[in-house]
């Protein structure tokens, strides 16, 4: 008779030290405990994100989370005109951004490890180095019909630098408001990382 998991029954711990793509972090879990439950190895290897960039409408870090928007124009905070200057060509991407993240069995039924690459942002104004993603997910038996499940992971890498844009006077501005760049101190969300622990009961 087949056996069913059911993930979501009982929960001792999940400690999601921050929210790192939620869809990916399920999925490897799902796939490890069904793994170990029927016995049964998914494909060898796997790839679960995959996303391509030339022309962002904003740029994100490689969990997802928002750092800036690509405006093709703004307005300066000081300009009571509301003129418009053109910012397209200081956020055009010199390459295009891929960003990935792959799965492998391990060298045990419920066992998956996790690696992913991301290339990273390069525009005139706008750099973030490239990132890596390492996770490991196993799932282990407690009892014939209790299973516990410990999953880690998270980018490493992806620091980001902002440049000022320069008039002819030599002040210096944030690109995104025009304003002036000792009075521009932005917050970048850190790539993020995770850590869950599940208890999972079975059912004949």
């Not at 282990?140 to 008039?167: K, R, Y």
């Not at 501005?173 to 969300?189: E, F, G, K, V």
Request: glycine share 6%.
């Amino acid at each position: 008779m087949s056996r069913y998991c059911f993930v979501s029954l009982l929960m001792l711990a999940s400690s999601p030290l921050f929210a790192q793509d939620n869809g990916v972090r399920d999925y490897v879990v799902r796939t490890s405990i069904l793994s170990y439950a029927q016995q049964v190895n998914p494909t060898p290897v796997w790839l679960s994100t995959f996303s391509a960039e030339s022309r962002p409408v904003y740029f994100t870090n490689s969990s997802g989370m928002a750092i800036l928007s690509n405006p093709s124009s703004v307005v300066s905070a000081y300009d009571a005109t509301s003129t418009r200057y053109n910012t397209s060509n200081f956020y055009a991407l010199k390459s295009d951004r891929y960003k990935f993240i792959s799965h492998i069995n391990g060298f045990n039924k419920g066992e998956v490890f996790s690696v992913g690459y991301d290339t990273g942002i390069n525009t005139q104004k706008l750099n973030m180095s490239n990132a890596f993603f390492m996770g490991y997910t196993k799932t282990f038996s407690l009892a014939e019909s209790a299973l516990l499940n410990f999953s880690f992971g998270g980018w490493f890498g992806g620091g980001i630098h902002e440049s000022p844009c320069v008039d002819s006077y030599g002040r210096q501005y944030s690109c995104q408001t025009l304003t002036a760049w000792q009075d521009y101190s932005p917050n970048y969300p850190k790539s993020l990382s995770f850590l869950d622990l599940k208890f999972v009961w079975l059912f004949n």
